[in-house]
């Protein structure tokens, strides 16, 4: 007994120094965090080459993208730099022999985007070749004595000098470079770049094992529309002829040639109206005919590779997790590697014929890292942000509910910190996008959603993952089409009406915001659902599904897997499933915040709700526009302001509940030294 207490002592102890040497997370810090985006591993398995983002620090470097680097990882996760500081590493793959990685990088007095090779031995990297536009993609060949690359046409002759002069007129959608295949010998001392001639836009290429011959992934025009919809795996030879091509439709996703070239899989979609590519196909190179490895599978199949010349070995969402697992492609017997629940893995980057793997995964823990799976053992490599060690971290756990309908649905809710059970809090409900997309139960932590920030300032945070949403199959991914702002958002409410019952939510005190199709969501909540809401923050959404339409880069996919119609088909249906149709009833305050350069959800969705807001003027409405910016802030700047924007929104009404509008400015100059 004696010993016993003296156990609880100590363990009651051990966790009062842990909670006293904790902190909490600032919103800077969360915006700053590093992550792993790539990783290569060498052919023996003993050194894996990755790519570190590492964001630029607010109010002290000047605004622009992240930094990349380029480090080198061994199994014992040791660490060591190979090309940092204020750089940005593109692709890596180590040389055929393994002596060296090829990088793409713009350094020094590089006009573009040119190809690099660093020694393993140590040395400096070596500028291989700079192309007359940036290099956007390379593969290098089995024997190591062939690259091949894409880099866009040209500009034509005398544009910057034109432009100069004033003639900068824009043709809409004309005037576009379609990507090209070139090839460099490598067996030169100059290598020069040959052109392969192929009249299609080329999105990616890798070379077919044992073979002179590349797999691309092809489009008829440079259209973001033909990308996603009308895209086709083909193998050409390096004079451009077509040797097969995959007889596919609908999206696409990662491809692989078995170790002997002789075999071919790929991802794609079940159809052309698949919201989400997830299949596991296996294509027939002689007739171009494919077929399904694991029908009917429950989940979406994100990534694959080859163990050997029979068993593929793919990644795949199931629910709000990720598993692992090998099929033998000729009798179908699969199995799992990794089961789910170590860690949400985003990338399978290497296997080995013993079945040691590599993989990108992250935690609820930490972001994207290096794993290596060695002998059957799972081990994580690398550890970018060593001090999230420090932070105190937030519960975080899977909750399942049921639709008013009964259909079951699944979610991640982020407690806040010292919750006690029984106690109402508020709570930021976070609408994913897509809605081909699904929250996992992992990294969740972003300028957009700053759940430990959040849960430190007594805010839960709750994630839906609706009908439509991707993880569940296909039959789950399509149950939201043709019925905009349907089911698919009353799932939202009732959601909410779930963690009010369980004595979570503060019924008075909900908040809601997403960005792109969570955008639409967080505007329908604001105007059609508005009892529902306190709150809103609304991030490149969709205000009026009629103009959409018409001012999107994605027409034909939003015809083909979510509306399933035009809108000359049912102007009245598409005007009643638009917010601006809704805005006189609207009583939830809202902030709408849009990248000025966005092309998928043109800004003009958050200015027409603004203005029919505005002009109602029945609630508080307040429009940010971030130039610069696409669908989604990519600047530290942009992005710090967004999270001070959308936590002073979700205080001011959720916590202070307060009356009006909070002030617009935010204290940036007094951070400036």
Do not use: C
Request: net charge negative; hydrophobic share 35%.
């Amino acid at each position: 007994m004696t010993r016993w207490l003296l156990v609880l002592i100590t363990l009651a102890l051990s966790l009062q120094t842990a909670h006293a040497t904790s902190r909490d997370i600032t919103l800077e810090e969360t915006i700053t965090v590093k992550r792993v985006t790539q990783a290569v591993t060498n052919d023996d398995g003993t050194l894996t080459a990755f790519v570190r983002v590492r964001p630029r620090t607010p109010y002290k470097d000047d605004d622009g993208t992240a930094y990349s680097e380029l480090f080198v990882v061994n199994n014992e996760g040791r660490v060591t730099p190979f090309v940092t500081g204020d750089v940005r590493i593109g692709q890596i793959q180590f040389a055929a022999d393994d002596s060296a990685i090829f990088y793409l990088s713009q350094r020094g007095d590089d006009k573009h985007t040119s190809l690099y090779k660093l020694p393993i031995g140590g040395g400096e990297s070596t500028r291989i070749y700079q192309h007359k536009v940036a290099i956007s993609s390379f593969s290098v060949s089995g024997d190591g004595n062939t690259i091949a690359f894409l880099a866009r046409e040209p500009q034509p002759e005398k544009t910057e000098e034109l432009a100069r002069k004033g003639f900068r007129a824009q043709v809409y959608e004309e005037q576009t470079r379609k990507a090209q295949l070139w090839t460099l010998d490598l067996s030169t001392e100059a290598p020069e770049a040959s052109l392969v001639e192929i009249d299609e836009h080329i999105h990616s290429l890798a070379f077919r094992p044992g073979h002179n011959q590349v797999l691309l992934r092809v489009a008829p025009t440079t259209l973001v529309d033909d990308d996603l919809m009308l895209s086709q795996y083909a193998v050409f030879d390096l004079e451009g002829n077509e040797v097969a091509r995959m007889q596919s439709v609908g999206k696409l996703g990662q491809a692989a040639f078995s170790p002997n070239g002789a075999k071919f899989a790929f991802i794609g979609g079940e159809d052309q109206h698949d919201p989400k590519e997830g299949r596991l196909y296996v294509g027939n190179l002689d007739d171009g005919s494919v077929r399904e490895l694991v029908p009917g599978f429950p989940g979406h199949i994100v990534d694959l590779a080859w163990q050997d010349n029979d068993h593929v070995i793919w990644l795949a969402d199931v629910n709000v997790e990720t598993d692992l697992r090998r099929t033998n492609v000729n009798n179908g017997q699969t199995n799992v590697v990794v089961a789910e629940g170590k860690a949400i893995f985003t990338r399978l980057n290497h296997v080995r014929s013993n079945g040691d793997l590599t993989l990108i995964g992250h935690h609820a823990s930490h972001p994207t890292e290096v794993f290596r799976v060695i002998g059957g053992e799972l081990t994580r490599l690398t550890d970018s942000n060593p001090w999230l060690a420090d932070i105190r971290q937030p519960r975080q756990e899977v909750i399942v509910h049921e639709a008013r309908d009964g259909l079951r649905l699944e979610g991640i809710l982020v407690y806040p910190h010292n919750y006690q059970p029984g106690t109402p809090v508020p709570v930021i409900m976070s609408i994913h996008g897509g809605p081909e997309a699904h929250v996992r139960n992992g990294w969740n932590n972003s300028y957009s959603n700053p759940i430990w920030y959040a849960a430190q300032q007594g805010f839960a945070t709750f994630f839906p993952n609706y009908r439509g949403s991707t993880g569940r199959g296909v039959n789950f991914s399509k149950l939201g089409q043709n019925d905009y702002a349907g089911k698919e958002f009353d799932d939202i409410v009732d959601a909410k009406e779930h963690l009010v019952a369980i004595g979570l939510a503060d019924p008075e005190r909900v908040g809601i915001t997403g960005g792109s199709y969570g955008g639409y969501a967080s505007a329908w909540g604001a105007t059609k659902q508005t009892e529902h809401f306190a709150a809103s923050v609304m991030f490149v959404g969709i205000s009026n599904n009629l103009s959409k339409f018409g001012t999107t880069d994605i027409p034909n996919e939003m015809h083909l897997v979510h509306a399933r119609s035009y809108p000359w088909d049912k102007w009245q249906w598409y005007l009643e499933r638009s917010p601006i149709y809704w805005a006189e009833q609207a009583r939830t305050p809202i902030l709408i915040m849009h990248g000025a350069e966005d092309t998928r959800v043109h800004p003009s969705q958050s200015m027409e709700l603004y203005r029919y807001l505005k002009v109602h003027g029945n609630v508080p409405v307040r429009l940010v526009l971030y130039p610069g910016e696409g669908h989604g802030n990519q600047r530290v700047g942009s992005q710090l302001d967004y999270a001070l924007r959308l936590m002073r929104w979700m205080n001011f009404y959720l916590v202070e509940q307060g009356e009006g509008i909070p002030p617009h400015e935010l204290p940036h100059a007094e951070h400036l030294d």
